[in-house]
């Protein structure tokens, strides 16, 4: 059977009030973006739907995509038919026989008045033709099959199974936030779910040549292929040449303190940077104990050496958990690419888990920390990476 719609529903978005034609208007947008490449759909949007025509598009391919769209609750597959009470009864005979599950209900919702007959005795007539043509049965209160007819002056639209999206809100409604992105599981995973809650992202990487290498930074733009796809739109890339400060620290004489300042060093340049592209919060992928640098006691001082606001999505997550969502958006094999991050490269033997704030400001004041700071901020490359983007380019950054 083939359907010739599909109708969305926002879901969280009706809980907006009166900002609800902006966050409309932003998924209506973002939706159209991705979806670009169908170039023969139609849209139509009213207060409460969106409604999109296939025509000669793979509905399969479109499903796909839809449901990746943050700020789209659910949505259904309508299929279309005549004003014409028998064509309407045959046509949700053949619906119904198309989905699953051995009760139904009928919702007629008669938007044409022209159409004679009222709902209430639609929904009678449909069911009794429903009764009379299948093993069906009738369930008013929990029905496994919900059918929904719509009589409108276009025709009638019948629809049945819902189809589960995203969820969130729109990408773009909440402004702008700077992801740390290292490479591993968990960062592209904290952006994925930013993206959902509308937030739009930009990403920062350090990189340390020669110590890293070029697959790290490879998978770096590998990873943002993949989330500007979800996104639809390309994402900016801030590398940063990490290695001078890196070795800095290194020479500081306190291993066990590595880190803890390398980490310190990192959110200062990327609060710089966040600044000046107009975003307004940083995202990492940390997650609380974790490991050595996201214990409660690394987390404040590292947290302290700026005022922008740190969101830490995966904070209180598993693992496991991480590594579902990871494989759902298809980051995951990327993720687990062998590689060496600027971390791992200098991980010390014994990484304080309860760091001083005391001690990393007297670290810090046995060089101009400052300056490097300023010289990675002014050396940063700047990418614009979309899913075309290849990855030849990047050796001139190493
Ligand atoms: P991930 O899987 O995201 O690498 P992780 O569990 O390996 O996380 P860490 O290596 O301690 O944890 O890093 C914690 C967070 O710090 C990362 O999620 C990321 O946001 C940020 N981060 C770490 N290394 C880098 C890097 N080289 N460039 C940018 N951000 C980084
Ligand atoms: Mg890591």
Not at 33 to 47: A, D, I, N, Q
Not at 88 to 115: D, H, M, P, W, Y
Not at 285 to 292: D, P, R
Not at 337 to 350: A, E
Request: net charge neutral; aromatic share 8%.
């Amino acid at each position: 059977m083939k359907y010739e719609h599909i109708l969305i529903r926002f879901g969280e978005l009706n809980t907006k009030g009166k900002n609800k034609i902006d966050f409309i208007n932003c998924l209506f947008k973002n939706m159209k973006r991705v979806l670009k490449k169908f170039s023969t759909l139609e849209y139509l949007k009213t207060h409460d739907h969106i409604y999109i025509t296939l025509n000669d598009e793979d509905c399969d391919e479109v499903i796909k995509v839809l449901k990746e769209v943050s700020g789209i609750a659910n949505f259904s597959l309508v299929k279309k038919c005549e004003l014409d009470e028998n064509i309407i009864k045959e046509t949700c005979l053949e619906v119904i026989k198309n989905s699953n599950g051995q009760t139904f209900k009928v919702k007629c919702k008669r938007a044409n008045k022209n159409f004679l007959i009222h709902s209430d005795d639609m929904n009678r007539l449909i069911a009794s033709h429903i009764l009379k043509n299948s093993d069906l049965k009738v369930d008013v209160h929990q029905p496994d099959i919900l059918l929904s007819v719509e009589i409108r002056n276009e025709g009638a639209f019948i629809s049945t199974n819902k189809i589960q999206g995203a969820g969130g809100y729109p990408l773009g409604i909440g402004g702008k936030a700077l992801v740390l992105l290292s490479g591993g599981i968990d960062s592209p995973v904290a952006s994925y779910m930013m993206m959902k809650r509308g937030i739009n992202i930009e990403a920062v990487h350090f990189a340390s040549p020669p110590y890293t290498s070029f697959e790290a930074q490879t998978k770096v733009i590998d990873l943002l292929k993949k989330l500007s796809v979800i996104k639809g739109a390309s994402i900016k890339l801030h590398i940063v040449p990490f290695t001078s400060l890196q070795e800095k620290i290194y020479e500081l004489g306190d291993e066990s303190y590595a880190i803890t300042l390398m980490r310190r060093m990192m959110y200062r340049i990327a609060a710089i940077l966040a600044s000046r592209n107009n975003c307004k919060a940083l995202v990492t992928g940390e997650s609380v104990g974790q490991v050595a640098s996201q214990t409660l006691d690394s987390i404040k001082v590292i947290n302290e050496t700026i005022s922008l606001p740190v969101i830490r999505p995966l904070a209180c997550m598993d693992k496991l958990e991480i590594i579902d969502i990871s494989k759902r958006i298809d980051t995951y094999d990327i993720s687990i690419r062998p590689f060496i991050d600027c971390c791992t490269i200098f991980t010390p033997k014994n990484p304080v888990t309860h760091p001083k704030s005391d001690r990393c400001e007297e670290l810090e004041s046995r060089f101009d920390y400052k300056q490097y700071v300023y010289d990675c901020v002014k050396n940063t490359t700047h990418l614009q990476i979309d899913e075309n983007y290849s990855n030849e380019d990047v050796s001139e950054f190493l």
